[in-house]
């Protein structure tokens, strides 16, 4: 052969392969989705190029919305892209999903490898696509059929080693799943037990990656199994029995956690202002099932949910230290995440030594407390936290603590104690519905002294004013309680009596009241007669509503409703 022979016959060759890629890249999409075995493959033969497609999902605040994993292994040199706005968790999947392919026995061509991330304006953060684009990989090489994935999630980070590791926010993931009509989901070991509280939903939990190429080259998932939770030996739990004396705060924290109202403790050191708060959750009615849906969704985003409290979700109850930060305390970061105030959703929010907290911190709970909900604004997208909790505040009346003690021990100007009460904001302390003053106990009166009522006692009180509630409510959506109703409604359909309604007026008058102030009165004062079971608000649940609002600042003693009649 001849040189012009051997010329024609590379230009026949090199014509006949471009003609083939063209024709393999114009292809319907029944012809490209066709499988092609590599081993099969010789350099003389070019294989069909695949584009695949698996879908997943991923996270905006605590909900959920698809994203599909897009892999095209192309000609051309070896190298791996990543697109759709991914974040730098997400291109270092590059690294992971490579050696868990090698690692679990499959073959990772040389080809130019670009995955795409769909839609691709939302930007993409952490680890969970790992697993659908180890998959989209092997549908794209034609190692597993593109029909196997179809009408199915895969969500999870993949070790070196090809183990699938757990991932934030499986439930909302779940959830989202069931609405979209997902036939299987699947995830993490780890994550099975959040992800089972969607009962309707079907799921597969692999331990590798290689068990779960296995099952989709057979055509059949295995069903994942929920773990038993551990059997947990008895627990010994705060009662308000333990509590000696503090009859008047212990009747507050009733109120508050019959109606969901927001509690500042003001006292001197020792006096059992935190004792108190510690054990409100002891007297809080059992979460609905879609409360503790979204608390656990909330953990979950987090990555706070622990495997362990997914079977019996509580009502949370969160401390943060005062040297927290606003981002810390409200939520926020370069990518969004729950503060406190969303972790406390359905919970409490305590706030120990609240005063020593900076001003502008404290501030930041204006708008949660008066919204039920945290927005947080960046530049490419805004997520909402939900955050209906209940606030309550421990604080010393003044630097030293011991202002307004009888003995006189105070060694604080009045300056410093006017500084020191004016590190909470006015409206603030106007969306604290109680003010509640508690005294120091005599050390006499520790010794034997029986704490009276207990826990269980004062929850049954509780649950049957809030059951009350969720009948007066029933056809607000998002209301549970007085505390989160509305003031105007509840003024035109609260069932109040005329002295009553005098009595608040005049009060409203004298004590300088806004009209915030004026309905959380109100408030208040309903949720004092569902405690009684009592149909229509009276004279006597104004009076003592009014004595939980203070005058002027947190230091001085609450107003007297004697007075004012």
């Given at each position: 052969m001849n ?16 003609g ?7 292809a ?34 605590i909900?959920?919305?698809?994203v599909?994993?897009e ?5 051309g ?5 990543i697109?759709?706005?991914?974040a ?39 680890t ?13 090489t034609?190692?597993?059929a ?8 895969l ?18 993931v ?30 597969s939990?692999?331990?590798l ?6 099952d ?8 994942a199994?929920c773990?038993?939770?551990?059997v947990?030996?008895p ?9 000696v ?11 508050a ?39 656990v ?26 040297t927290?930060?606003?981002?810390g ?7 969004p ?13 305590f ?11 404290l501030?930041?709970?204006?708008q ?19 955050s209906?909790?209940?606030?309550i505040?421990a604080t ?9 003690d ?49 826990s ?18 029933r ?31 005049t ?8 009209a ?9 004062a309903?949720?004092i007669?569902d ?17 939980y ?17």
């Amino acid at each position: 052969m001849n040189d012009s022979q051997d010329s024609s016959a590379v230009a026949a060759r090199l014509t006949h392969r471009a003609g083939f890629v063209l024709a393999s890249r114009l292809a319907p999409d029944c012809l490209r989705s066709r499988p092609f075995d590599i081993a099969s493959a010789t350099p003389g033969r070019l294989r069909l190029l695949v584009l695949a497609a698996v879908r997943s999902a991923a996270l905006v605040g605590i909900d959920a919305y698809d994203v599909t994993v897009e892999v095209d292994a192309a000609q051309g040199l070896p190298q791996w892209t990543i697109v759709g706005l991914a974040a730098s968790a997400v291109k270092e999947s590059r690294e992971r999903v490579g050696a868990a392919l090698v690692n679990s026995g499959f073959k990772v061509p040389p080809r130019r490898i670009t995955v795409n991330l769909a839609p691709a304006d939302i930007r993409k953060d952490g680890t969970a696509f790992d697993l659908p684009i180890a998959v989209g990989i092997l549908v794209a090489t034609g190692q597993l059929a593109a029909e196997s994935v179809a009408r199915m999630m895969l969500v999870g980070e993949l070790g070196l080693d090809g183990e699938v590791r757990t991932v934030r926010g499986a439930l909302s993931v779940a959830r989202h799943a069931h609405r979209a009509g997902v036939a299987a989901l699947v995830l993490p070991r780890a994550n099975v037990a959040e992800a089972a509280r969607v009962s309707a939903l079907r799921l597969s939990a692999p331990r590798l990656l290689s068990e779960l190429v296995t099952d989709l080259q057979n055509g059949a998932l295995t069903p994942a199994r929920c773990p038993t939770p551990p059997v947990a030996g008895p627990i010994a739990l705060a009662d308000f029995a333990e509590v000696v004396g503090q009859h008047s705060a212990k009747r507050a924290l009733e109120v508050a956690a019959a109606g969901g109202h927001n509690v500042l403790l003001v006292g001197p050191p020792g006096a059992g202002k935190t004792m108190l708060a510690r054990r409100i959750p002891t007297i809080l009615p059992e979460l609905r099932e879609d409360e503790a849906l979204e608390v656990v969704a909330i953990h979950s985003v987090a990555g706070l949910l622990e495997q362990n409290s997914v079977s019996h979700v509580a009502r949370p109850f969160r401390a943060p230290h005062h040297t927290i930060s606003s981002a810390g305390l409200i939520g926020g970061g370069s990518i969004p995440r729950p503060g406190e105030v969303s972790l406390a959703h359905h919970g409490v929010l305590f706030l120990d030594e609240m005063l020593e907290f900076p001003r502008h911190v404290l501030d930041g709970l204006r708008q949660p407390l008066e919204d039920g909900r945290v927005v947080i604004a960046r530049a490419a997208t805004a997520v909402t936290f939900p955050s209906r909790f209940t606030l309550i505040g421990a604080t010393n009346p003044c630097p030293c603590g011991r202002a307004g003690d009888p003995t006189g021990t105070c060694t604080c100007s009045s300056a410093d104690i006017d500084s020191y009460a004016g590190r909470i904001s006015g409206p603030l302390s106007d969306r604290i519905d109680m003010h509640v003053t508690v005294g120091a106990v005599a050390l006499r009166d520790l010794n034997g002294q029986n704490g009276g009522e207990t826990s269980a006692v004062i929850r049954a009180r509780v649950e049957r004013a809030r059951a009350q509630q969720r009948r007066r409510y029933r056809k607000m959506p998002g209301v549970s309680c007085n505390a989160f109703a509305s003031g105007r409604w509840l003024d035109s359909n609260g069932a109040v009596d005329a002295d009553a309604r005098s009595l608040l007026q005049t009060a409203a008058e004298r004590l300088g009241l806004s009209a915030r102030g004026y309905h959380r009165v109100l408030k208040v004062a309903r949720t004092i007669a569902d405690l009684e079971m009592s149909v229509s608000i009276g004279s006597p649940h104004i009076a003592e509503a009014l004595r939980y609002r203070p005058v002027g600042r947190p230091r001085e003693a609450p107003a007297s409703a004697a007075a004012i009649s």
